[in-house]
């Protein structure tokens, strides 16, 4: 990440009202039982008044318990030249929010204001005393994520994006930023006066962006690796290490096997290619997944199993994209896309599926400028007062359109068959017909894209009486079935003829089946044609593609992987 100037400038004062020092969700004190529990491993530390306990953008900061004293707490992202601190908190309290957990970097600056005495624990430590102290982990992590939240809501701590909304790389940059749960705030160039105020204050032209602000600078067009990097998303893989379990892939299935096998004590490591919450991940909402009856996003689906995973142990990178898998020998041998290798004794293929792009001519060129896969909040809110198409029938897009109606001036909604009935849960239907601004168009697909820089409009064509139409449309959000991400799987695996991951007697029907296979037992029902080698959710052929689904077969996977595990021993 190439670091072009100090972020440091001088823009007006903000007036933001501070959060109660004394709120028990927000600031929780310990007590004194819990205090000595965590002594026990913790290091005692002193600060003079002045002195810097963590800067803001530290990745792996340690965690403090302020025992004595008092400390401020500054936003160093707020650019501006001599921030007042948002909260003063004195002794009992916990220092950090839920990069503390995570090992991401700071979002605050924290500094004593007068002679402090803490208790310091390193983030593995933290990580160890939630997992084996659950009455202190509930209340570190329950203030961790109001925190989180608090933050979030007044825009402290915020990464700055600048760019134009039609530009590719700032909308990578920005769904990356989204999709990881990193606070930030997205000024489009077109549309926001302070993106401007912004560009002049920087010394930056418009020609250079998007560009990034952050502590530690104003960074021009970062790659997606080097801004996970700098944000330590992505962590140096030890290549001598043996994982007792590698899960490829973190959308529902490979969390939730990530959370089962780290809560058993297995060394558990996740790789992501993209972000964690896979294809759910894009989901604005989900209304029916089991105990959660207002229903939750994918990104908040996301953050939760991560954090869950995290707390027991288990080890996430992204983005790190497996390029290829040697099933041979006692320990499975993965590559990544920045040759570092990985082995492990036992593997979950968790890759899941991505949405299947338009097989029109010239798709391509409006990728990320007005023709998307996926509708998350964030793409719901630039499209206000536009008119924008989805295209598809399936849960994804009726939420997809229902979400997009609460923004947008029309949105059309465009299948092949004569209805919904047959693809999409009732209560969406239902919840469409009666959204004015929504259209049905059955027996309707896009016969082409039409547009300059970006699309403006497309052609429709009704299959049926094969009659031709236009509609204007800043956006076509495209969700038409799904295609498994099982490339790097190369000849590890037998698949279907669709490419998804068979198991099971599924495998062992395959007539090629006894060239992979060389055990005496059959293998697993989620075990793939190579013996210690598993596959769940999406990815595996005949799965039931719904998330509730997918997080059930990667919590049972486990089941076969103590078996596999025991068998090596």
């Given at each position: 990440m190439t670091q072009l100037t100090d972020a440091a400038a001088?823009?007006?004062?903000?007036?933001?009202?501070?959060?109660?020092?004394?709120?028990?969700?927000?600031?929780?004190?310990?007590?004194?039982?819990?205090?000595?529990?965590?002594?026990?491993?913790?290091?005692?530390?002193?600060?003079?008044?002045?002195?810097?306990?963590?800067?803001?953008?530290?990745?792996?900061?340690?965690?403090?318990?302020?025992?004595?004293?008092?400390?401020?707490?500054?936003?160093?992202?707020?650019?501006?030249?001599?921030?007042?601190?948002f909260v003063t908190v004195g002794a009992g309290n916990v220092l950090g929010d839920i990069s503390m957990f995570t090992g991401q970097p700071t979002i605050a600056e924290c500094v004593a204001k007068e002679d402090a005495q803490v208790l310091r624990?390193?983030?593995?430590?933290?990580?160890?005393?939630?997992?084996?102290?659950?009455?202190?982990?509930?209340?570190?992590?329950?203030?961790?994520?109001?925190?989180?939240?608090?933050?979030?809501?007044?825009?402290?701590?915020?990464?700055?994006?600048?760019?134009?909304?039609?530009?590719?790389?700032?909308?990578?940059?920005?769904?990356?930023?989204?999709?990881?749960?990193?606070?930030?705030?997205?000024?489009?160039?077109e549309r926001d006066a302070q993106a401007t105020e912004l560009l002049e204050r920087f010394g930056i032209n418009p020609e250079d962006t998007p560009v990034t602000i952050c502590p530690q600078g104003v960074c021009r067009n970062p790659s997606i690796e080097d801004l996970a990097s700098h944000l330590g998303l992505r962590q140096t893989v030890d290549d001598t290490r043996v994982v007792d379990l590698l899960i490829v892939g973190a959308g529902p299935a490979g969390l939730a096997a990530a959370v089962y096998a780290a809560s058993e004590g297995l060394d558990t490591l996740v790789i992501e290619g993209d972000s964690p919450g896979g294809q759910a991940g894009t989901s604005s909402k989900i209304e029916n997944y089991l105990g959660f009856p207002t229903g939750l996003s994918g990104q908040e689906l996301a953050e939760r199993a991560t954090l869950q995973a995290r707390k027991f142990g288990a080890t996430l990178t992204n983005p790190a994209r497996v390029t290829s898998i040697d099933c041979n020998g006692l320990y499975k041998r993965v590559t990544l896309d920045d040759q570092q290798q990985v082995q492990a004794r036992t593997v979950i293929i968790a890759t899941g599926a991505e949405?299947?792009?338009?097989?029109?001519?010239?798709?391509?060129?409006?990728?990320?400028?007005?023709?998307?896969?996926?509708?998350?909040?964030?793409?719901?809110?630039?499209?206000?007062?536009?008119?924008?198409?989805?295209?598809?029938?399936?849960?994804?897009?009726?939420?997809?359109a229902v979400n997009l109606a609460k923004h947008a001036k029309e949105v059309h909604i465009l299948i092949r068959r004569k209805n919904l009935c047959s693809?999409?849960?009732?209560?969406?239907?239902?919840?469409?017909?009666?959204?004015?601004?929504?259209?049905?168009?059955?027996?309707?697909?896009?016969?082409?894209?039409?547009?300059?820089?970006?699309?403006?409009?497309?052609?429709?064509?009704?299959?049926?009486?094969?009659?031709?139409?236009?509609?204007?449309?800043?956006?076509?959000?495209?969700?038409?079935?799904?295609?498994?991400?099982?490339?790097?799987?190369?000849?590890?695996?037998?698949?279907?003829?669709?490419?998804?991951?068979?198991?099971?007697?599924?495998?062992?029907?395959?007539?090629?089946?006894n060239q992979h296979w060389t055990l005496d037992r059959p293998p697993h029902y989620l075990e793939t044609s190579k013996e210690n080698v598993f596959a769940v959710g999406d990815v595996r052929a005949s799965s039931i593609k719904r998330v509730a689904s997918a997080v059930g077969e990667g919590s049972m996977c486990l089941r076969y992987v103590h078996d596999a595990l025991a068998a090596l021993t």
């Open positions: 001088s823009p007006p004062t903000r007036s933001i009202p501070a959060p109660d020092p004394d709120d028990p969700q927000l600031y929780p004190k310990l007590n004194e039982h819990q205090l000595k529990t965590i002594a026990q491993t913790a290091v005692c530390q002193c600060f003079a008044a002045g002195d810097t306990l963590f800067e803001h953008g530290t990745p792996n900061a340690p965690f403090f318990i302020l025992e004595q004293g008092t400390v401020d707490l500054f936003d160093r992202n707020s650019t501006e030249q001599d921030p007042e601190p624990l390193e983030p593995a430590q933290l990580r160890q005393l939630v997992a084996e102290h659950s009455d202190i982990g509930d209340k570190i992590l329950s203030a961790f994520i109001a925190r989180r939240a608090w933050l979030k809501g007044h825009g402290i701590g915020t990464i700055k994006l600048l760019g134009s909304r039609w530009s590719p790389e700032a909308f990578r940059l920005r769904d990356f930023l989204a999709r990881n749960q990193v606070l930030h705030q997205f000024y489009d160039l949405y299947r792009k338009l097989r029109i001519d010239g798709c391509d060129r409006f990728d990320n400028q007005g023709v998307y896969y996926g509708a998350s909040h964030s793409e719901a809110l630039q499209c206000a007062g536009e008119c924008v198409v989805v295209v598809g029938g399936g849960n994804s897009a009726g939420q997809a693809s999409m849960s009732k209560y969406l239907i239902e919840r469409i017909n009666k959204t004015p601004n929504i259209t049905l168009h059955p027996h309707t697909e896009i016969q082409s894209l039409n547009g300059g820089d970006r699309l403006d409009s497309i052609t429709t064509l009704h299959n049926q009486t094969q009659a031709t139409g236009q509609l204007d449309c800043a956006s076509a959000y495209i969700m038409i079935g799904a295609a498994p991400r099982t490339d790097w799987l190369a000849d590890c695996c037998l698949l279907d003829d669709k490419g998804f991951v068979l198991t099971g007697n599924h495998a062992s029907q395959h007539p090629d089946f």
